[in-house]
């Protein structure tokens, strides 16, 4: 089955560790986004990539990096210099082809917990 | 900058009763509207989208028409069941050199009891 997998679905981190969260997609779709949810609030966009290689900031980047060194992977690292980094986070991907819309398919998410 | 404004929940509805949940957008230019549905600890998926204006998207029973005039996009279904429990997120997106962001609402909880 097609779809996207995040890993872990709970994660715990004590202040000041570094951890990265796992995206992995076999949609073959080039652009790939990290959300971050909060209680009562919509979706933002943290950081995406639209080709290997390549990523650009999002609206709320900050102690966040990413890397994109393969089609099918987005991990996301959460740096000890995110101050609130408590949240449900969301990896999507996209795929760009020119014929009709092509939406975004949503990973299940992983929520991580800071100690 | 744009933006998607929902209405607070939660929605408290009994079974087979009739929903609307509001969303309203400001944009400049003409984005695509959408609904994403997220269940208890799991991802978004895409209920229904609407691409251009008097477009009405639908799916699984739920509707919603892209009113510019209104600069609105609300959801409705006839009929809800216990199963449509969830968060309902309203968005819009932009194109920009290929690249497509979304911008959400803050989502709208249902709860539909028996």
């Known amino acids: 089955d097609g779809g996207i997998t995040q890993s872990p679905k709970y994660l715990f981190r004590k202040e000041g560790q570094n951890v990265t969260l796992s995206c992995e997609q076999n949609?073959?779709?080039?652009?790939m986004y990290w959300y971050r949810q909060d209680p009562g609030q919509g979706l933002r966009l943290i950081y995406y990539?639209?080709?290997?290689?390549?990523?650009q900031k999002g609206d709320i980047a900050e102690g966040y990096s990413v890397s994109r060194e393969k089609k099918e992977s987005f991990p996301l690292t959460v740096t000890s210099a995110q101050k609130n980094p408590t949240a449900f986070y969301l990896c999507?991907?996209?795929?760009?082809?020119?014929?009709?819309?092509?939406?975004?398919?949503f990973g299940p998410g992983t929520r991580l917990t800071v100690l | 900058g744009n933006s998607v404004t929902q209405m607070e929940g939660p929605v408290t509805l009994s079974e087979e009763a009739f929903l609307t949940i509001n969303c309203t957008y400001t944009?400049?230019?003409?984005?695509?509207l959408f609904w994403y549905v997220q269940y208890p600890g799991e991802g978004l998926q895409l209920l229904l989208k609407?691409?251009?204006?008097?477009d009405k998207g639908s799916n699984k029973g739920f509707e919603a028409t892209y009113r510019k005039e209104t600069t609105s996009f609300h959801l409705e279904k006839g009929s809800v069941q216990v199963s449509d429990s969830a968060v309902y997120f309203c968005?819009?997106?932009?194109?920009?050199?290929?690249?497509?962001?979304?911008?959400f609402g803050t989502g709208t909880r249902l709860l539909v009891s028996p």
């Open positions: 944009a400049t230019g003409y984005p695509s």
């Open positions: 609407a691409t251009k204006a008097d």
């Open positions: 990539s639209q080709i290997v290689n390549d990523f």
């Open positions: 949609l073959n779709h080039d652009a």
């Open positions: 999507a991907s996209r795929g760009m082809g020119t014929l009709g819309y092509n939406e975004q398919f």
């Open positions: 968005a819009q997106s932009s194109m920009n050199t290929g690249f497509q962001k979304l911008v």
